[in-house]
Structure formats: structure tokens, C-alpha cells
């Protein structure tokens, strides 16, 4: 197996990680029951997708 030849500094292992970070998810509005959702997947509230109810959701 491949081994590094030396030690990464703490700064070239910091630099790596300067890209490395968690974004906010995307979050889109039901059009049926306007509570907020994750875009492309069925309504956890009331079970709407693409114009019609494709979940029973019980209260
Ligand atoms: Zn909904």
C-alpha cells in the first residue's frame, strides 16, 4: 500500500478544510398545506405531491 512520505502541517491539513462545510438545507413551501418541505419529496404534513395526495397522513 502507498504510504505518505511525510507529515501534512497542521496548516496544509486547515488549508484542505477551508471548502469542507455543511450547508443549510433547501427548503421549499407546500402549495397545499404551506408548511415547509424538502423540494421533490411528498409533504410530510399532508402527504401532497405534484397535485395530488399520494400519502394518508393521520392527525
Ligand atoms: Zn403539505
Redesign the pocket.
Known sequence: MAVPKRKVSRTRRDKRRTHWKAKNPAISV?P??L?P?LPHRV?K??G?YKGETVLEVEE
Open positions: 407546500c397545499n398545506c408548511n418541505k409533504c404534513y399532508c401532497y
